[in-house]
């Protein structure tokens, strides 16, 4: 039986499309690599800017008119950033110092992975030459970020409204508007309840390492709260490096012991006990895809990639969660009532 020349262009066609399909891929992913420095500041300046909507909308409501009130968080958000590295930079300007010093007694401490310290010392000087390029590329990173946050946060009623307004009428209606408001009002406020968390996390974990003793408990803290935007990472590698510069700080196990344990507790208590109680069930994302998701953006944008794929992921399952049509994908992205509680 003859097929109709339709039906034969279509199955013709059905390996073009998959050919096609591939291509548009592998483009994508190698645009969204090889334009990583414009894209990084732009994302995170979005993320940013759902952070501070909230606030943005307090000033509103206090008549201050939103181009005053973006600037105003800018200016706060700029001193506060300024305030904070310029306290950490001499403490972590001496870690670097003493990094040599440190492997040394790593060599003499652990005998069995001893290595020579020519290399080592080789190494640290490379990584001192490259921390100036890296430092020139965040302050040009930064600038772009602040850029593309204060017109995120200045424009974003405007370009909503052309938005909206560029949309086919069959899309339009007259609840579009307070949807998308409503979607904005449950991410800013996901990431304002994760942000405060690892704030809260920062900060005890900077208090603990003071009481236990350890050297510049501030950068503990600092690093406890930046590295639990990427989960496991505090958990697995915090608590080893804290176990690292314990050993060589401390001359008494027991004091070793007691750093490690205090900073992995704290750690712990609050992934498995804080953020399930705060956060609740609705943004529980599934650990599978969590993981994967971490790793290509890992991979593709490197540590800024792995500290915003989790709030992107959450994002999505939001979308997701409140589009009928993408609601198996949401259901896909989160853990059902029955996996979150085992």
């Known amino acids: 039986m003859m097929k109709d020349p339709i039906s034969i262009f279509y199955t013709l066609s059905r390996p073009l499309v998959l050919i096609e399909a591939t291509i548009l891929l592998i483009l994508s992913l190698y645009t969204l690599h090889a334009a990583r420095v414009l894209l990084i500041p732009l994302t995170l300046a979005f993320l940013l800017h759902l952070l501070f909507m909230p606030l943005l909308r307090t000033l509103k409501k206090a008549r201050i008119r939103t181009e005053v009130g973006a600037g105003l968080i800018l200016a706060v958000l700029i001193g506060v950033f300024t305030a904070g590295a310029w306290q950490l930079s001499k403490p972590a300007a001496e870690w670097l110092e003493k990094l040599p010093q440190t492997l040394g007694q790593m060599e003499k401490k652990v005998r069995r992975f001893r290595m020579p310290m020519d290399p080592v010392s080789r190494t640290t000087e490379q990584v001192e030459r490259k921390a100036a390029g890296v430092g020139g590329s965040l302050v040009a990173g930064a600038g772009l970020t602040v850029v593309f946050l204060y017109f995120m946060l200045a424009y974003r009623d405007r370009t909503l409204a052309n938005v909206i307004d560029s949309f086919p009428p069959a899309w339009k209606n007259e609840r579009l508007p307070g949807i998308i408001d409503d979607l904005e009002k449950q991410v ?25 003793g350890m050297p510049n408990p501030a950068l503990w803290g600092v690093m406890a709260g930046l590295m639990n935007f990427i989960p496991y990472l505090c958990d697995v590698f915090g608590t080893s490096l804290v176990a690292m510069v314990a050993m060589f700080t401390f001359d008494s196990p027991g004091r070793v012991l007691l750093a490690t344990g205090a900073f992995y507790v704290v750690t712990v208590s609050e992934g498995s006990l804080l953020v399930p109680m705060i956060v609740g069930h609705r943004f529980a994302l599934n650990p599978l895809i969590l993981f994967l998701w971490l790793i290509f953006w890992g991979w593709m944008w490197g540590v800024p990639g792995a500290i915003m794929a989790v709030p992107m992921l959450a994002i999505l399952k939001i979308l997701c969660d409140n589009i009928p049509t993408l609601a198996r994908i949401g259901k896909l992205l989160g853990l059902s009532p029955r996996q979150d509680r085992s």
């Open 188 to 212: 800013s406020k996901y990431l304002l309840t994760i942000t405060f968390v690892n704030i809260g996390l920062g900060v005890t974990e900077g208090l603990v390492m003071l009481l236990v």
